[in-house]
């Protein structure tokens, strides 16, 4: 089952977010993108992985694309090398050599799901690697306008705006039903 995520317009601050909550390098990371089927465009959809790329482009320093579209990512690839100096591997999704490569190097592995139909993938016994399903898995708002990410099996509470070191904070309509006049 496949949900639609109004949180790839503004994906960055969720994301750095979700790194400090795990405790990653992401100097030492390497970001794996697994771009979206291209049998059912979702057309209606407000981003997608190029989108989220763009916001996270400064911050990366090893990227891969494994992609059915090479060509959609091209221009991504050569501007984010001549900008930022980020190298983008562009990979056919059917060389599924991803999943040996988990554990063979020292990197950190973030992988971004993008793909809408499937399931989300089963990475048992990889311990470097976090996995983040973009459409796979509901993204649930919960008090306070906190945000909750699936990160593998587990969920990451991401603080929205009105809290604070885990403090509660009013909003404008509670300082002005409590204001003391």
Not at 20 to 39: R, T, Y
Not at 48 to 60: H, S
Not at 78 to 104: D, F
Not at 108 to 125: N, P, Q, V
């Amino acid at each position: 089952m496949a949900f639609e995520n109004p949180y790839l317009v503004e994906f960055a601050p969720i994301f750095f977010c979700v790194i400090k909550e795990k405790g990653i390098n992401l100097a030492k990371a390497e970001l794996i993108i697994f771009d979206e089927e291209v049998e059912e465009p979702h057309l209606f959809e407000q981003a997608d992985a190029l989108d989220v790329l763009n916001q996270l482009k400064e911050n990366i320093n090893s990227l891969t694309v494994y992609t059915d579209r090479k060509e959609y990512y091209f221009e991504f690839a050569e501007c984010a090398y001549e900008e930022n100096g980020l190298v983008t591997a562009i990979m056919p999704k059917k060389e599924q050599k991803w999943v040996g490569r988990l554990n063979s190097e020292g990197k950190f592995k973030i992988i971004l799901d993008f793909e809408w139909s499937g399931r989300c993938y089963h990475l048992g016994g990889v311990t470097n690697c976090g996995y983040i399903p973009i459409h796979k898995k509901p993204w649930e708002i919960r008090e306070n306008l906190d945000i909750v990410v699936p990160f593998g099996y587990n969920t990451v509470i991401v603080k929205g705006k009105h809290t604070n070191d885990r403090k509660y904070v009013r909003d404008r309509f509670e300082e002005g039903f409590y204001r003391d006049e």
